[in-house]
């Protein structure tokens, strides 16, 4: 479980956590406890991540060998211990939340977003469509339901997350929904176009590996200018939706830069 959680990775969506939290405050300042609800909020997002990879890894997923720069999790181990330590995160993860001093509601709605996120209705449904999709032509709409679901879901919750444990108004909240949307898919589009422009040394993980195991993907089904075209539209999205939110929603902006600009 350490070896997957704390092996290296982005952290973007423990930043989502914390910069919508700040986006939240009109202060930009967390009270002691909020800086604590915070912090078990983020550490829960990134434990179903780390959790999601190590089975995405796997023989019957992805089988792939590389993950954040060195051997997955079923390769350093085997593959029953990789089951185990992904189904012993799910837990840990909502046991995080269950202990964020923060009233009870919060606490309730916390657990429910990450539920839905991570589940069938999300991360899980969502992988399931991908799984089933290998060799077949997806429409421009069916892969946006399937990755908004697969990738972009727990994203979204990050985002609302600390929005939900810093107890923002319905206001702000709608503006961080329309962020979260837009990002969500648009750390998506540039997997798509990294698997496909960059190496695996860069990348951490096996390059062309969509391509290899014959996946739709934003490249093959819309070409990788409509993809560019796409991201730079989604990124824009994303910046507009905080124009409400003033200078507290900056750290947001600063992460929706980086998903569109990274390169691994």
């Known amino acids: 479980m350490r070896y997957a959680v704390l092996g290296g990775g982005k952290r973007v969506r423990a930043a989502l956590v914390y910069a919508a939290g700040l986006a939240s405050l009109p202060s930009g300042s967390p009270a002691a406890a909020q800086n604590m609800a915070l912090d078990s909020a983020a550490a ?40 185990l330590a992904g189904d012993a995160l799910q837990p840990l993860a909502f046991q995080a939340l269950a202990g964020m001093p923060v009233a ?20 899980v449904g969502g992988q399931a469509i991908d799984c089933d999709s290998v060799g077949i032509d997806l429409t421009a709409d069916q892969l ?24 923002t108004g319905s206001s702000t909240r709608s503006c961080l929904e329309q962020y979260a949307q837009a990002i969500g898919l648009a750390f998506q589009v540039v997997d798509d176009i990294l698997d496909v422009t960059s190496d695996t040394a860069t990348l951490g993980k096996t390059a062309g590996k969509d391509a290899a195991c014959d996946k739709p993907t934003y490249v093959t089904v819309l070409g990788m200018d409509a993809s560019r075209a796409l ?3 989604l990124h824009d999205q994303a910046r507009t939706a905080l124009l409400p939110l003033g200078p507290s929603a900056s750290r947001l902006a600063d ?10």
């Open 44 to 83: 829960a997002v990134e434990l179903i991540h780390a959790y999601s990879l190590i089975h995405d890894d796997l023989p019957c997923m992805d089988d792939d060998v590389l993950r954040r720069g060195r051997a997955t999790v079923h390769v350093q181990f085997n593959e029953a211990t990789a089951m």
């Open 104 to 123: 009870p509601a919060l606490t309730v709605q916390a657990v429910q977003a990450l539920a839905q996120a991570a589940g069938s209705l999300g991360m």
């Open 144 to 167: 946006r339901q399937m990755h908004g679901m697969k990738t972009g879901a727990l994203l979204q919750a990050s985002v609302l997350l600390g929005g939900i444990v810093t107890g």
């Open 231 to 233: 991201l730079a539209s």
């Open 255 to 264: 992460i929706a830069d980086y998903i569109v600009g990274r390169d691994r």
